[in-house]
């Protein structure tokens, strides 16, 4: 595939994949050992080409596809989406040794999920899925995850893309943003009660008004909130910043689930980076 370019990845990316391929692999292990489980699948929303180029040392890495690939026990189903044909050509050619358990799409992935996917991965059915939401920038629709946490059976790692919002959305004189950008951030965010979060007005001595912008934790931890209390996630985690060179937020990952004993694990894996000060 001469016309595939392989994504350059920064080392946040790199943590990331490592974070996500450490929970599947204990989920797969767990999960396996539950006999009354009937089958338990990976589904990875934007998968990309399955693999990548690191920005620091320019060599390949397995991308989340592949990692999903080869956890042990294997899951019972995999479910790679994307939405560009080389990518899925991509992903094709890396999972054609499985034939059978592999599921590649097309498209986009808010409307294969909620018709295609979900469906399979029923609570009353014994069926348990882990699920990947890892978006490029405000690209996922806040019915995709409102469903997964309804149907209790789903569990998610997600991409809570601040920087996408910051350069498009959350700018101080909001009256500037484009109406697109606020669709996107409403469609991402599932309404606009986001700009109650997102902004603060005070009154000064002289009685004027000011609208000021709260910072990105504000943010996240909104956006949490809303992940237990609107999407019905029992089990929300305090997201990993994801944090570039520089020490800017890129995104926030955060893991939604129903389980407490899901929940433990991936805070030990959050807090093994935290303590390398990443």
Not at 171 to 196: C, H, I, P, Y
Request: glycine share 6%; with cysteine; net charge neutral.
């Amino acid at each position: 595939m001469a016309d595939l370019k392989l994504d350059e990845i920064g080392y946040w990316s790199e943590i990331k994949l490592d974070i996500v391929k450490k929970y599947a692999q204990a989920y797969s292990v767990i999960i396996s050992n539950q006999q009354y489980i009937k089958k338990h699948v990976y589904i990875d929303a934007f998968a990309g080409a399955g693999q990548h180029i690191s920005k620091t040392t320019k060599e390949f890495i397995p991308g989340s596809p592949l990692n999903a690939l080869n956890v042990n026990p294997p899951f019972n189903e995999y479910h790679f989406i994307d939405i560009k044909q080389t990518r899925v050509e991509a992903l094709k050619e890396i999972s054609k040794d499985n034939p059978s358990t592999v599921f590649v799409y097309e498209g986009d992935c808010n409307k294969i999920l909620i018709e295609h996917i979900f469906p399979r991965v029923r609570y009353d059915e014994y069926r348990r899925g882990l699920c990947l939401l890892d978006p490029y920038g405000l690209h996922l629709d806040w019915d995709v995850i409102r469903k997964a946490g309804e149907m209790k059976s789903i569990e998610i790692f997600l991409n809570f893309p601040v920087m996408d919002m910051n350069m498009n959305v959350l700018w101080t004189r909001q009256a500037n943003v484009d109406k697109k950008q606020l669709e996107r951030m409403n469609k991402f965010w599932g309404d606009d009660s986001w700009q109650n979060v997102a902004y603060e007005t005070t009154r000064d001595l002289f009685g004027d008004t000011h609208v000021s912008k709260t910072d990105n934790k504000t943010v996240a931890d909104a956006f949490r909130k809303r992940l237990k209390d609107v999407a019905g996630f029992a089990q929300v985690p305090e997201p990993m910043p994801m944090r570039n060179t520089r020490g800017g937020t890129v995104y926030y990952l955060f893991f939604a689930s129903q389980k407490p004993v899901a929940a433990d694990i991936v805070k030990d894996i959050f807090d093994t980076y935290r303590r390398k000060g990443l």
